[in-house]
């Protein structure tokens, strides 16, 4: 509630939560005739959309083709190397990706230009490659985690099921449309909902750590504003404000896709 009750006031230290003056909207106000805002906000949804269009299903494929692997040391082999980028942190993830795509030294560009004859190419800060490097980090990163949740997903499905299929003359393609998907469909539909109430949150650590002044135009998301100007610019009440913004929209994505998956006929969070 502290929380709340920030946004609302003209927050100080030194008179503490409840000795600082009630200001009403006025920070809300603020933000949204703030230049800064819009900019904030198209970023945060932009990469979220590209997360949820590009990201999401490839966890989904990695997880069929793993049930399809026979060969059980090189199926463990294959989780191992899915899983493991999930495991290492964003601060050596990130000094990882800045290397390998250093115009200078780093082994893309390198490939680039020697095998392509592409001149070398700045990509962290180009406002068009940077949101790409951002997508495929966040999935080197994250694809292993989620193959492990619909993995567990496909494992659950009955057997018979497949069969039947074969003997009805089903090849791999058709048994995967209409067995596998069907069947950890549910799970697909919670893990969605969940994403979509995280649309106005960018992973911070991710960002931080691959942004620079070169490509604050695409790179800086309502998290990242929230630290330059609530951490180090100490403008508590306007960044709980924001944030108190953030979570009610938040909030609304959640309770509207739940709705609308339950319309479709599928499980909700409730």
């Not at 600082?20 to 945060?44: A, E, P």
């Not at 790409?132 to 966040?138: A, P, T, W």
């Not at 960018?202 to 330059?228: C, H």
């Not at 959640?254 to 006929?265: D, H, P, Q, R, T």
């Amino acid at each position: 509630m502290y929380g709340v009750i920030i946004a609302f006031k003209d927050f100080r230290f030194a008179d503490g939560i409840l000795g600082s003056k009630w200001v009403g909207f006025k920070h809300f106000q603020r933000l949204f005739t703030s230049r800064d805002f819009l900019m904030i906000l198209r970023n945060t949804l932009l990469l979220n959309i590209y997360s949820v269009v590009f990201a999401f299903p490839i966890p989904i494929i990695l997880a069929i083709l793993l049930n399809e692997i026979r060969c059980i040391f090189f199926k463990k082999v294959s989780q191992s190397l899915f899983y493991l980028p999930h495991f290492i942190s964003w601060v050596v993830l990130g000094g990882i990706v800045v290397a390998l795509l250093s115009p200078s030294t780093g082994v893309i560009n390198i490939i680039l230009s020697r095998v392509f004859g592409i001149k070398p190419i700045y990509f962290m800060a180009s406002t068009k490659w940077w949101p790409v490097v951002f997508i495929l980090s966040g999935i080197w990163h994250d694809a292993g985690w989620g193959t492990i949740i619909f993995l567990a997903a496909i494992t659950g499905i009955n057997t018979e099921l497949y069969e039947a299929a074969v003997l009805d003359g089903a090849n791999k393609f058709q048994q995967i449309w209409h067995v596998t998907l069907p069947g950890i469909r549910s799970t697909i539909a919670i893990l969605l909902i969940l994403r979509m109430g995280s649309m106005m949150d960018v992973g911070f650590e991710q960002i931080f750590i691959l942004q620079n002044g070169a490509v604050t135009n695409v790179a800086e998301v309502i998290s990242t504003y929230v630290y330059r100007l609530g951490i180090q610019g100490m403008q508590y009440s306007y960044t709980t404000a924001l944030g108190l913004f953030q979570s009610v929209i938040s909030m609304i994505l959640v309770l509207g896709s739940n709705k609308i998956i339950k319309a479709m006929g599928e499980t909700g969070l409730w």
